[in-house]
């Protein structure tokens, strides 16, 4: 072979031989890294910070301002308080009679005059009461017009007898003389015996009339004044049936029960054919021109209330709408001194708490005229202490 032919690299196969795997990982596609985002410049932050902060701080010293002079001009002056309302001298129309109710001429929440009838109960009972009294009134006053014509009649036989005793006097007086005469002409044996007996014959019968002319004068007084004793006694008995009449007038006036004045009804709970009681609440009547506000101040502030000072009131139940009453009166004692259980602070522990007065508040009137303003509504008022009389006490 010669020496200048190409090289060939000599293959060889072994059958026996296995084949390895490749230890060599596979191609991972590349990803693109993540783009950072980009950041706004620290100079765009900083001049948006610094427009606000101005305008916040100038806000916050704006309303702080404005609060410190609405305080300094007006909020030291107000003693206000949330704990009031608006209240009313409510009537309960109660009956003073029983029965059964026989109509009802008045509705739920109906406005009424004063003397408008609202409930009528039956008056059968009451108008027989009524006629019974009268028809024995009737009776006993015949009974003393009879009485009356016997004491005219004893009295006329009085007058008789007194007259017939001036007669009877009269005759036993003459007797008497007559009687004198014949026992001297006896003496002087002028006269005779007869003649004197005679004498005193008719002095002895004048005598007896006259003292029976003191008898029937003694009758008739003794009578007179029977019949005047039947008389008075009638007479009491008169008088006795005259107030049962009356009462029995006034309990048939009290079957129609009426309003005791301007108002609205309200709380009606009586229906026709109900029988009520005596003190039974039926309904009530609210005078909706008499509203006025309690405020239950605290005691801290009492110093600067007075009657007479202006009040600003404000009206959750009317879109808050605000008028000014007046400071009518201040209460003789706190809220717990009229409870029910007044506190007993002499035993135990002791916690101090303040006490609250109640203050009453007129309403003026052209408010009360509108008719918005309810009882038990609540309210805000605030009274201004500059507007205190110069002298006035508590």
Request: charged content about 20%.
């Amino acid at each position: 072979m010669s020496s200048n032919a190409p090289a060939t690299a000599e293959v060889r196969t072994f059958p026996n031989a296995k084949v390895q795997p490749s230890t060599e990982a596979p191609e991972v596609p590349v990803q693109p890294a993540p783009v950072a985002p980009v950041e706004a410049p620290a100079k765009k932050k900083r001049s948006v910070r610094s427009f606000l902060l101005p305008i916040i701080g100038l806000a916050l010293l704006g309303a702080g301002s404005w609060y410190g002079y609405n305080y300094w001009t007006d909020g030291r002056f107000m003693i206000s308080t949330d704990d009031a309302y608006v209240q009313a001298d409510m009537s309960f129309v109660s009956p003073k009679i029983s029965g059964y109710v026989d109509k009802v001429l008045v509705s739920e929440n109906q406005r009424v005059k004063a003397g408008d009838p609202l409930f009528v109960i039956d008056d059968g009972d009451y108008k027989i009461a009524v006629a019974q009294a009268e028809a024995q009134i009737a009776t006993l006053a015949k009974t003393l017009d009879r009485i009356d014509a016997q004491t005219k009649a004893a009295q006329a036989s009085l007058a008789q007898a007194a007259a017939q005793k001036i007669a009877d006097q009269a005759a036993a007086d003459n007797a008497a003389r007559a009687q004198v005469r014949a026992a001297q002409l006896v003496k002087t044996h002028v006269g005779t015996q007869a003649q004197l007996d005679d004498a005193q014959t008719a002095l002895d019968q004048a005598k007896a009339a006259l003292a029976g002319a003191d008898a029937q004068i003694t009758a008739a007084q003794a009578n007179i004044g029977v019949l005047e004793a039947q008389r008075a006694e009638q007479a009491s008995t008169l008088a006795s049936l005259q107030l049962t009449r009356d009462k029995a007038q006034r309990d048939l006036s009290f079957t129609v029960l009426k309003a005791p004045y301007d108002g609205v009804v309200g709380n009606r709970s009586v229906e026709q054919g109900d029988l009520v009681s005596p003190g039974q609440k039926l309904a009530v009547v609210v005078p909706m021109d008499k509203l006025y506000i309690v405020g239950n101040f605290k005691e801290t502030q009492l110093g600067r209330l007075v009657p007479g000072e202006k009040v600003r009131i404000t009206v959750d139940a009317i879109d808050g709408q605000t008028f000014e009453g007046t400071v009518s009166s201040l209460a003789p004692a706190s809220g717990a001194v009229f409870s029910l259980l007044p506190p007993e602070n002499a035993t135990g522990n002791f916690t101090k708490v303040v006490q609250r007065v109640p203050v009453r508040i007129d309403v003026p009137a052209d408010v009360l005229k509108t008719g918005k303003l309810r009882a038990g509504l609540s309210v805000v008022v605030a009274a201004d202490s500059r507007t205190a009389p110069a002298s006035t006490t508590n």
